[in-house]
């Protein structure tokens, strides 16, 4: 089963491309792709944008569709969306798609979508990205 990929980021609501274990020999791309709006049929539901700046509100809570103004909230728009992982095994090297709900877990803190590999079953994880503070920062 080959999976579709995204021709642009645009059609994404989720995209991310990660080197995976302690010497990166694993490789893993996840992309979510945007949902069709439940009343009208027509426009991909996105986050709102902002009246004045037409920008995207990233920290919206809700999700918009950009035709008739349907809202649906962020948690159950996300419960009902499927992410599609292509990757590389850090643990065996094999290579292989996959399709996961799109669900991030708390492990050891962090939002993480995890996986298992379909060869060995050594679980990957895909973290969110942080940001690395510099000591000198604090100063």
């Given at each position: 089963?080959?999976?579709?990929?995204?021709?642009s980021?645009?059609?994404c609501i989720?995209?991310?491309?990660?080197?995976l274990?302690?010497?990166?020999?694993?490789?893993?791309?996840?992309w979510?792709?945007?949902?069709?709006?439940?009343?009208?049929?027509?426009?991909l539901?996105g986050?709102?944008?902002?009246?004045?700046?037409?920008?995207?509100?990233?920290?919206?809570?809700?999700?918009?569709?950009?035709?008739?103004?349907?809202?649906?909230?962020?948690?159950?728009?996300?419960?009902?969306?499927?992410?599609?992982v292509?990757?590389t095994?850090?643990?065996?090297?094999?290579?292989?798609?996959?399709?996961?709900?799109?669900?991030?877990?708390?492990?050891?803190?962090?939002?993480?979508?995890?996986?298992?590999?379909?060869?060995?079953?050594?679980?990957?994880?895909?973290?969110?990205?942080?940001?690395?503070?510099k000591?000198?920062?604090?100063?």
């Open positions: 089963m080959a999976l579709r990929k995204p021709e980021v645009e059609e989720y995209f991310t491309q990660r080197s274990g302690d010497q990166q020999q694993g490789y893993a791309m996840a979510v792709f945007r949902q069709k709006c439940e009343k009208c049929k027509n426009a539901m986050k709102p944008k902002d009246k004045k700046t037409g920008k995207v509100l990233i920290r919206a809570k809700e999700y918009a569709c950009e035709s008739c103004g349907n809202t649906v909230e962020k948690k159950e728009y996300e419960e009902g969306l499927a992410a599609c292509e990757y095994c850090p643990a065996c090297r094999n290579q292989g798609e996959k399709e996961i709900p799109f669900k991030r877990r708390k492990i050891e803190g962090i939002d993480t979508l995890r996986f298992q590999c379909d060869k060995c079953k050594a679980g990957i994880d895909i973290t969110k990205k942080m940001k690395v503070r000591s000198n920062d604090y100063i």
